[in-house]
């Protein structure tokens, strides 16, 4: 079992910055795959950002490339996801998630194959 806890959601201005973490506990955490997804009220769940178990391959969704940055802490059994120019439409409650098989260079962006899911951040940006 895995427990995912994140944190560091709030308000923040749009062109604004914010970094979300995820705590993790429960396995070991440098053995999985990571990833941020978000959802809005009557929208489907959608990929944000992965990365690999070692920190060194990264994918991301098309619309936060460029703006938003994921990395990991195997140490601190934490994953980050840094947000900059952020827009009104990033607004969402993020989620991060652990995939066991996933965890590599092959990245996923499917909700079925991540195995643990944290219980969101609201993050709201304001115009």
């Known amino acids: 079992q895995v427990q995912l806890v994140e944190s560091g959601g709030g308000l923040v201005q749009a062109g604004g910055s914010l970094r979300l973490s995820c705590a993790a506990s429960?396995?070991?955490?440098?053995?999985?795959?990571m990833g941020w997804f978000r959802q809005t009220p009557g929208k489907e769940r959608e990929f944000v950002a992965r990365?690999?178990?070692?920190?060194?391959?990264?994918y991301y969704a098309n619309s936060v490339k460029g703006r938003f940055t994921i990395s990991r802490d195997n140490v601190k059994s934490t994953v980050y996801l840094q947000m900059n120019s952020v827009t009104p439409g990033d607004t969402a409650v993020y989620y991060c998630?652990?995939?066991?098989?996933?965890?590599?260079?092959?990245?996923?962006?499917?909700?079925?194959?991540?195995?643990?899911w944290g219980q969101g951040t609201q993050v709201t940006v304001s115009s």
């Open positions: 998630a652990a995939s066991i098989r996933y965890n590599g260079v092959v990245a996923t962006t499917t909700i079925p194959n991540y195995d643990y």
């Open positions: 429960g396995r070991t955490f440098s053995s999985l795959g």
């Open positions: 990365i690999s178990w070692s920190g060194d391959s990264t």
